[in-house]
């Protein structure tokens, strides 16, 4: 069982290009999440689907759009990738809302943009 | 919407030591708390929840934590630490269908 993929590991992108991050979980959790993690700040939720065909604004989600087409895929797109979007992002998947489940974390993808 | 503090940001002790770091939380409403723990370069894993019952929450590797009501607050302990205890800890805590995490601890553990 793989769990949660992300892809790709790491990418370094010039400032105004468009990048999806893709994130598909096995598990066939209802809920997937996308959170940035930045030294200091911890982890902070940028968007998030309690179920597919839904999403959901979290802390953070100016200059981020994901869709959620089905239960296993939640892809986070940047429009037009700024420097201040280099961080690490997470996805993650719960069985069913954040507020009683445990969340499972994909590896990370590292994104600078320069 | 919930917030979570955590103190003490870097922490370097040596093995053998005890551990004990702290989370206090706001939050009006039931909440469900958590520890993650990320070691080096790899992504987070749960270390413990609470959701009800007994206060205090045993976890892997040694770890422990109480939850304290009135305090807000829900405190990670382990009595000795391994140097592969190395690691960000962060707390975590779900209300009003969100979670919310603490800025984390790093915690360094000297042979």
């Known amino acids: 069982i793989a769990g949660i993929t992300q892809a790709p590991t790491s990418q370094i992108l010039a400032a105004g290009r468009r990048m999806t991050l893709r994130c598909t979980q096995d598990?066939?959790?209802?809920?997937m999440y996308w959170y940035r993690q930045d030294l200091g700040l911890g982890l902070r939720l940028i968007h998030y689907?309690?179920?597919?065909?839904?999403?959901g604004k979290g802390e953070v989600p100016d200059g981020y759009s994901v869709s959620r087409a089905n239960t296993d895929d939640f892809p986070l797109t940047l429009a037009s990738a700024v420097p201040s979007q280099t961080s690490v992002y997470f996805c993650?998947?719960?069985?069913?809302?954040?507020?009683?489940?445990?969340?499972?974390f994909g590896p990370g993808t590292r994104l600078t943009v320069l | 919407a919930q917030s979570v503090s955590q103190h003490n940001h870097h922490v370097i002790l040596s093995e053998a030591a005890s551990l004990e770091l702290g989370c206090n939380y706001s939050?009006?409403?039931?909440?469900?708390l958590f520890w993650y723990v990320q070691y080096p370069g790899q992504h987070l894993q749960l270390l413990l929840k609470?959701?009800?019952?007994?206060?205090l929450v045993k976890g892997i590797k040694g770890f422990e934590a109480e939850f304290i009501k009135s305090k807000f607050s829900f405190n990670l302990r382990k009595p000795s630490v391994q140097w592969s205890d190395t690691a960000e800890y962060f707390c975590?805590?779900?209300?009003?269908?969100?979670?919310?995490f603490g800025k984390g601890n790093q915690v360094v553990v000297i042979p």
């Open positions: 689907s309690n179920t597919a065909g839904t999403t």
């Open positions: 609470y959701f009800s019952g007994d206060p």
């Open positions: 975590a805590v779900s209300g009003n269908n969100r979670l919310a």
């Open positions: 598990m066939r959790h209802n809920a």
């Open positions: 993650a998947s719960s069985p069913t809302g954040p507020r009683t489940d445990t969340q499972y």
């Open positions: 939050y009006g409403g039931t909440v469900n």
